[in-house]
């Protein structure tokens, strides 16, 4: 039993370092490569290596051994120029689902998430029907819980980027999205305020004053002064906010 659970434990570390060594060869040897080259260098069969990342990552990102080094590589199949194959296979195989699923996941690493966003901005920025895709998975309440609870820098930058490259050029979704940057005013992170108002102020002339944007823009700029004031009847309300 004993020489069993040795030998079982002696082959994860195998199979542990040999993916390990595949990914960063990978990674090495195909950066920066367009779709013609991936092609040439796996005798067009890359789309079958891509789908087989992709499923490994849908299956193993909870445990998080190699997420990172996964998303990696996805990512040369998806940033690959020349042509957008590889990122039609990517979400036909449910890609967009498990980036956000990763967002999601609590045990993710700021890093890995910040990875995750960086994929997610490259499916955004190939068109409209793209960022259409990313929204209707549910995907700007994920990204900006992302942006409003991150704890580095570099998670809430990625997030802000992607959710601005969401509201352009996506009418259909466009009100959802910059709501959703109403309310995140009134998270705790400076961070994430000072970026959020960047955007509603390279925006705002995209839409006429919505009203809800009045009680967050006091929450953020008099916290203490909404504390020690009481409660005001509905019409007094209106008129402090206008």
């Given at each position: 039993?004993i020489s069993i659970l040795s030998n079982r434990i002696s082959r994860n570390?195998?199979?542990?370092?040999?993916?390990?060594?595949?990914?960063?060869?990978?990674?090495?040897?195909?950066?920066?490569?367009?779709?013609?080259?991936?092609?040439?260098?796996?005798?067009?069969?890359?789309?079958?290596?891509?789908?087989?990342?992709?499923?490994?990552?849908?299956?193993?990102?909870?445990?998080?051994?190699?997420?990172?080094?996964?998303?990696?590589?996805?990512?040369?199949?998806?940033?690959?120029?020349?042509?957008?194959?590889?990122l039609m296979e990517f979400l036909e195989d449910g890609g967009v689902l498990?980036?956000?699923?990763?967002?999601?996941?609590?045990?993710?690493?700021?890093?890995?998430?910040?990875?995750?966003?960086?994929?997610?901005?490259?499916?955004?920025?190939?068109?409209?029907?793209?960022?259409?895709?990313?929204?209707?998975?549910?995907?700007?309440?994920?990204?900006?819980?992302?942006?409003?609870?991150?704890?580095?820098?570099?998670?809430?930058?990625?997030?802000?980027?992607?959710?601005?490259?969401?509201?352009?050029?996506?009418?259909?979704?466009?009100?959802?999205?910059?709501?959703?940057?109403?309310?995140?005013?009134?998270?705790?992170?400076?961070?994430?305020?000072?970026?959020?108002?960047?955007?509603?102020?390279?925006?705002?002339?995209?839409?006429?004053?919505?009203?809800?944007?009045?009680?967050?823009?006091?929450?953020?700029?008099?916290?203490?002064?909404?504390?020690?004031?009481?409660?005001?009847?509905?019409?007094?309300?209106?008129?402090?906010?206008?």
């Amino acid at each position: 039993m004993i020489s069993i659970l040795s030998n079982r434990i002696s082959r994860n570390i195998v199979l542990s370092f040999l993916r390990d060594r595949m990914l960063n060869t990978f990674l090495s040897q195909n950066t920066g490569k367009t779709f013609y080259e991936l092609e040439l260098e796996f005798a067009q069969v890359a789309s079958l290596f891509l789908a087989r990342l992709t499923t490994w990552m849908r299956l193993t990102y909870m445990f998080g051994t190699f997420l990172g080094l996964q998303l990696k590589a996805i990512g040369i199949f998806l940033s690959a120029s020349g042509h957008d194959q590889y990122l039609m296979e990517f979400l036909e195989d449910g890609g967009v689902l498990t980036l956000l699923d990763i967002l999601n996941h609590t045990e993710t690493k700021e890093e890995e998430k910040s990875e995750a966003l960086r994929l997610l901005l490259t499916v955004s920025n190939a068109g409209r029907k793209y960022k259409e895709i990313i929204c209707e998975s549910h995907g700007v309440k994920a990204i900006a819980e992302c942006l409003a609870k991150s704890n580095t820098v570099e998670t809430q930058e990625a997030a802000w980027a992607l959710l601005e490259s969401l509201l352009h050029g996506n009418p259909k979704y466009q009100n959802q999205i910059y709501k959703g940057l109403i309310a995140l005013m009134t998270c705790t992170s400076p961070q994430a305020q000072q970026l959020v108002l960047h955007t509603l102020h390279t925006v705002q002339s995209m839409h006429e004053i919505y009203f809800p944007l009045g009680p967050p823009t006091v929450c953020l700029l008099f916290p203490q002064f909404l504390k020690q004031t009481p409660t005001l009847p509905p019409t007094q309300t209106h008129q402090l906010m206008c």
